[in-house]
């Protein structure tokens, strides 16, 4: 990460920020929701992109986040309550990761489905802390003693977010850290080989990837008010993961990218259903798009936009050979592959 | 006789659920794929079945044609999206399903819409009156078809010649590829007969509950209880499917309540919600702690 980086990406950063700061509420609303659903991204893509630990709990860490931001904030704790949130959820984030130590691959990913069943039905019943299925209403966020009055403010708030986590990850992949995340994420037996413990590693993955969540739930309850159980179902987990599939695995900047991209296409293809006939098939159409994208991006671009995106400026500038072809596939059946991994 | 009551309705679904469950074990095995989408195949047999009732066929028809549909909807899957994707990491083929999963309802909700349809009558309407039990002919009819088909199917695999080479197939594809076997035709077929079995599964769970999207829900559902019984573990599968049957009837009927009671005592909870659909995933958690392999997978199995 070079100076001209983190310059750009402040650059960009203010750019959205000022975009947003002057702009109506529909426009604020898009990109404080992008900005928001990026630093989940972040998070979820530290996890499953970098140290190679799959999880489907993400919408429910973060509901963890929102509802603990939401008490904390309706306590009056101000933006200390962000903190709460990030603390809680790396807390719980950690607690989810203990089955990784004995776990791996496939049935870790499942027992991260059950964490994420269990954490919404507590949502639903937990009627004292979260008032259940009707929703948790959250007072604004209030900073500096006085509340944030509106979208345009919320804008430069996640933007300011977004960046910081941004520039923290991006400088925490390049520590050792970092590097051991990797390292796990590869192999196992080659980590422990070179003297990382692994178990560390994990714990401190899922740390961190928890408290980024956290800081999105907290994010996301205070910009929509109300913090209820449906938001965080395993659909939000299959979002934010389409985000980091979308963006590219292991790529930050591309878990942004993919954010913006997620978020904004099923707002686009709602605008254009405006103009279609099919006004109640819109949604439907949306979802359509959803599940077409998953999968396309899937078969076609596995590594992601930023993927695509190098590819092209490497064939524009000129510079780079052309794509290395990639070598023709010699087995025939997936599990072939499969236990040679064994 | 509450309980009695329960055992007969949790029986009666349960066979359905192992008919579903078969065919995520069946991919697993034969390709290293975990389909999520088995409920979204579950729930578009059950619409394929309700529109070729629609047309006018014969009960016995539509349900023949809906799954020779459903198993070419299996087989286009697998050729078209999952054969492309032998080399692709866990997390990306998991994605793929839930891709699969989210197109299938949407494509649903486009053309049949959100709301519970009531399926055709397909069995005779009536009761069996057993000392004081009703079994509806409904019930009765689900139990035997989907039981029927299971314990076929597993005839089938255990001694026909195809059987055999989808046993080969999925015990270990080098050694099926030397000794002449098109190992990626099998595992289509694989994928034909999870699609198919699922589909009559699905086409039966609307006779007992109605048609609608939720349908597809099973599919998440039953997953952690298929975990439990053994990923890789046919018969385990259909012991999974009776177990997460029984324990529906069971948490809704009797546990539920019994908490919700318990509970009004000192806490201001008053309800404890889908507690049915939660239990299963606690199995899960709890079986992931001390027996990973499942009781009837073998230890070894967790992919690296």
Same mark, same amino acid.
């Given at each position: 990460?070079?100076?001209?980086?983190?310059?750009?990406?402040?650059?960009?950063?203010?750019?959205?920020?000022?975009?947003?700061?002057?702009?109506?509420?529909?426009?604020?609303?898009?990109?404080?929701?992008?900005?928001?659903?990026?630093?989940?991204?972040?998070? *979820?893509?530290?996890?499953?992109?970098?140290?190679?630990?799959?999880?489907?709990? !993400?919408?429910?860490?973060?509901?963890?986040?929102?509802?603990?931001?939401? @008490?904390?904030?309706?306590?009056?704790?101000?933006?200390?309550?962000?903190?709460?949130?990030?603390? /809680? %959820?790396?807390?719980?984030?950690?607690?989810?990761?203990?089955?990784?130590?004995?776990?791996?691959?496939?049935?870790?990913?499942?027992?991260?489905?059950?964490?994420?069943?269990?954490?919404?039905?507590?949502?639903?019943?937990?009627?004292?802390? %979260?008032?259940?299925?009707?929703?948790?209403?959250? =007072? &604004?966020?209030?900073?500096?003693?006085?509340?944030?009055?509106?979208?345009?403010?919320?804008?430069?708030?996640?933007?300011?977010?977004?960046?910081?986590?941004?520039?923290?990850?991006?400088?925490?992949?390049?520590?050792?850290?970092?590097?051991?995340?990797?390292?796990?994420?590869?192999?196992?037996?080659?980590?422990?080989?070179?003297?990382?413990?692994?178990?560390?590693?994990?714990?401190?993955?899922? *740390?961190?990837?928890?408290?980024?969540?956290?800081?999105?739930?907290?994010? +996301?309850?205070?910009?929509?008010?109300?913090?209820?159980?449906?938001?965080?179902?395993?659909?939000?987990?299959?979002?934010?993961?389409?985000?980091?599939?979308?963006?590219?695995?292991?790529?930050?900047?591309?878990?942004?990218?993919?954010?913006?991209?997620?978020?904004?296409?099923?707002?686009?293809?709602?605008?254009?259903?405006?103009?279609?006939?099919?006004?109640?098939?819109?949604?439907?159409?949306?979802?359509?798009?959803?599940?077409?994208?998953?999968? #396309?991006?899937?078969?076609?671009?596995?590594?992601?936009?930023?993927?695509?995106?190098?590819?092209?400026?490497?064939?524009?500038?000129?510079?780079?050979?052309? &794509?290395?072809?990639?070598?023709?596939? =010699? %087995?025939?059946?997936?599990?072939?592959?499969? !236990?040679?991994?064994? | 006789?509450?309980?009695? !009551?329960?055992?007969?309705?949790?029986?009666?679904?349960?066979?359905?659920?192992?008919?579903?469950?078969?065919?995520?074990?069946?991919?697993?095995?034969?390709?290293?794929?975990?389909?999520?989408?088995?409920?979204?195949?579950?729930? *578009?047999?059950?619409?394929?079945?309700?529109?070729?009732? =629609?047309?006018?066929? &014969?009960?016995?028809?539509?349900?023949?044609?809906?799954?020779?549909?459903?198993?070419?909807?299996?087989?286009?899957?697998?050729?078209?999206?999952?054969?492309?994707?032998?080399?692709?990491?866990?997390?990306?083929?998991?994605?793929?399903?839930?891709?699969? #999963?989210?197109?299938?309802?949407? +494509?649903?909700?486009?053309?049949?819409?959100?709301? !519970?349809?009531?399926?055709?009558?397909?069995?005779?309407?009536?009761?069996?009156?057993?000392?004081? @039990?009703?079994? $509806?002919?409904?019930?009765?009819?689900?139990?035997?078809?989907?039981?029927?088909?299971?314990?076929?199917?597993?005839?089938?695999?255990?001694?026909?010649?195809?059987?055999?080479?989808?046993?080969?197939?999925?015990?270990?594809?080098?050694?099926?590829?030397? @000794?002449?076997?098109?190992?990626?035709?099998? /595992?289509? @077929?694989?994928?034909?007969?999870?699609?198919?079995?699922?589909?009559?599964?699905?086409?039966?769970?609307? $006779?007992?509950?109605?048609?609608?999207?939720?349908?597809?829900?099973?599919? #998440?559902?039953?997953?952690?209880?298929?975990?439990?019984?053994?990923?890789?573990?046919?018969?385990?599968?259909?012991?999974?499917?009776?177990?997460?049957?029984?324990?529906?009837?069971?948490?809704?009927?009797?546990?539920?309540?019994?908490?919700?009671?318990?509970?009004?005592?000192? %806490?201001?909870?008053?309800?404890?919600?889908?507690?049915?659909?939660?239990?299963?995933?606690? #199995?899960?958690?709890?079986?992931?702690?001390?027996? &990973?392999?499942?009781?009837?997978?073998?230890?070894?199995?967790?992919?690296?």
């Amino acid at each position: 990460m070079t100076t001209r980086q983190i310059l750009l990406a402040l650059a960009l950063a203010i750019l959205f920020a000022a975009i947003g700061y002057n702009s109506g509420r529909f426009w604020a609303y898009l990109i404080y929701a992008v900005a928001i659903a990026g630093i989940g991204a972040l998070s *979820l893509n530290l996890l499953i992109g970098f140290c190679g630990q799959i999880t489907f709990a !993400q919408g429910a860490l973060i509901g963890v986040g929102a509802y603990s931001a939401a @008490i904390a904030g309706n306590a009056g704790w101000g933006g200390f309550s962000l903190l709460v949130a990030g603390v /809680v %959820t790396a807390l719980v984030s950690l607690l989810i990761g203990l089955p990784a130590l004995r776990l791996r691959g496939l049935y870790f990913a499942i027992s991260t489905l059950a964490a994420q069943f269990i954490l919404v039905y507590f949502f639903k019943i937990l009627q004292p802390l %979260t008032n259940g299925v009707s929703g948790l209403v959250v =007072k &604004p966020l209030t900073l500096f003693g006085r509340p944030v009055a509106n979208d345009q403010e919320y804008v430069v708030i996640c933007i300011a977010i977004l960046f910081l986590s941004w520039l923290f990850l991006a400088r925490i992949t390049r520590t050792d850290m970092g590097r051991a995340f990797l390292v796990v994420r590869e192999s196992e037996l080659v980590a422990r080989g070179m003297g990382i413990d692994v178990s560390r590693a994990k714990a401190q993955a899922f *740390l961190l990837s928890g408290f980024f969540a956290g800081i999105c739930g907290a994010l +996301f309850a205070f910009t929509s008010r109300l913090a209820n159980p449906e938001a965080f179902e395993i659909a939000l987990s299959v979002d934010q993961t389409a985000m980091i599939i979308v963006g590219g695995l292991g790529s930050l900047t591309g878990s942004i990218v993919g954010a913006a991209f997620v978020t904004l296409l099923p707002e686009a293809i709602e605008r254009l259903g405006e103009f279609l006939p099919v006004a109640g098939l819109v949604s439907a159409f949306r979802e359509m798009a959803f599940g077409l994208l998953i999968i #396309l991006f899937l078969l076609l671009e596995p590594r992601g936009l930023v993927a695509f995106v190098r590819r092209l400026a490497a064939r524009w500038s000129g510079k780079a050979k052309a &794509p290395a072809k990639r070598a023709p596939a =010699k %087995t025939s059946n997936r599990a072939v592959t499969a !236990q040679d991994g064994r | 006789m509450i309980a009695l !009551q329960l055992a007969i309705s949790g029986i009666a679904t349960g066979s359905v659920y192992a008919l579903i469950a078969l065919g995520i074990v069946l991919i697993y095995k034969c390709s290293g794929v975990v389909n999520f989408a088995q409920g979204a195949y579950a729930m *578009l047999g059950a619409y394929v079945t309700y529109a070729l009732l =629609k047309l006018g066929l &014969p009960a016995l028809l539509a349900v023949l044609f809906g799954m020779a549909l459903m198993a070419l909807a299996g087989m286009a899957t697998e050729r078209l999206i999952l054969r492309r994707m032998l080399k692709a990491q866990i997390v990306s083929v998991m994605m793929v399903t839930l891709g699969l #999963l989210i197109f299938f309802r949407a +494509f649903c909700l486009a053309i049949w819409g959100p709301d !519970q349809i009531a399926f055709p009558q397909v069995f005779p309407s009536g009761s069996i009156d057993f000392a004081g @039990i009703f079994i $509806t002919y409904n019930y009765l009819a689900a139990f035997a078809l989907a039981t029927t088909l299971s314990v076929a199917f597993l005839l089938f695999y255990r001694h026909t010649s195809i059987g055999l080479m989808q046993r080969c197939a999925a015990d270990n594809p080098r050694a099926a590829l030397a @000794i002449g076997i098109h190992v990626s035709n099998q /595992v289509s @077929i694989a994928w034909a007969a999870s699609a198919a079995l699922a589909g009559l599964g699905g086409a039966l769970l609307a $006779t007992l509950g109605g048609l609608s999207l939720n349908i597809s829900d099973i599919g #998440l559902i039953a997953f952690p209880v298929i975990v439990v019984g053994g990923l890789e573990s046919l018969a385990g599968a259909l012991i999974a499917g009776f177990l997460l049957g029984m324990l529906e009837a069971f948490t809704e009927g009797m546990l539920s309540p019994a908490i919700e009671e318990f509970l009004r005592g000192f %806490t201001t909870i008053q309800s404890v919600g889908a507690l049915q659909q939660v239990i299963p995933y606690g #199995l899960l958690v709890l079986m992931l702690l001390v027996r &990973p392999q499942g009781i009837f997978g073998r230890a070894g199995t967790e992919r690296v």
